[in-house]
């Protein structure tokens, strides 16, 4: 699927390393996508709450109900990072996997691809989002 394509088809966003402090880069994008009517879902072990949203530690630990929504996980973590979260990603059955600008990760793309989910890497989703909808 293309960018537009998969910002179109899904709205349902679980955000992998979501930080509640407002000058980070996660939560400021986060916030945009929330006012541009998607669902987020945050994803941190640090936190309990982000936009007054219940904080989950990984994709693994969201109810069953909520797993089935999730659509598009976005990642703000290190590129070495990204393997085990593309593993939860294929595990929750989500469709689409966009990592974050200035994170690639070669090997974990791929293998979300070979399991039918579509790749973003180095893009902002905000960024990406203001270019085909705004």
Same mark, same amino acid.
């Given at each position: 699927?293309?960018?537009?394509?998969?910002?179109? *088809?899904?709205?349902?966003? *679980?955000?992998?390393? &979501? @930080? %509640?402090?407002?000058?980070?880069?996660? =939560? @400021?994008? @986060? #916030?945009?996508?929330?006012?541009?009517?998607?669902?987020?879902?945050? !994803?941190?072990?640090? =936190?309990?709450?982000?936009?007054?949203?219940?904080?989950? $530690?990984? &994709?693994?630990?969201?109810? +069953? %109900?909520?797993?089935?929504?999730?659509?598009?996980?976005?990642?703000? #973590?290190?590129?070495? %990072?990204? $393997?085990?979260?593309? +593993?939860?990603? !294929? *595990?929750?059955?989500?469709?689409?996997?966009?990592?974050?600008? /200035?994170? !690639?990760?070669?090997?974990?793309?791929?293998?979300?691809? #070979? =399991? /039918? !989910?579509?790749?973003?890497?180095?893009?902002?989703?905000?960024?990406?989002?203001?270019?085909?909808?705004?």
């Amino acid at each position: 699927m293309t960018i537009p394509e998969i910002l179109s *088809a899904f709205k349902t966003i *679980a955000v992998v390393g &979501l @930080s %509640d402090k407002p000058e980070k880069p996660s =939560h @400021s994008v @986060s #916030r945009y996508m929330l006012e541009a009517g998607y669902t987020i879902i945050p !994803i941190n072990p640090m =936190h309990e709450q982000v936009f007054g949203l219940k904080c989950y $530690p990984s &994709l693994l630990h969201l109810p +069953d %109900d909520v797993k089935a929504t999730v659509e598009i996980v976005n990642v703000f #973590r290190k590129p070495v %990072d990204v $393997p085990p979260v593309v +593993d939860e990603t !294929i *595990a929750i059955g989500a469709k689409a996997l966009w990592l974050q600008l /200035g994170i !690639i990760h070669e090997e974990a793309a791929e293998k979300a691809r #070979r =399991h /039918g !989910i579509s790749v973003v890497q180095n893009r902002c989703i905000s960024v990406e989002h203001q270019r085909y909808f705004s």
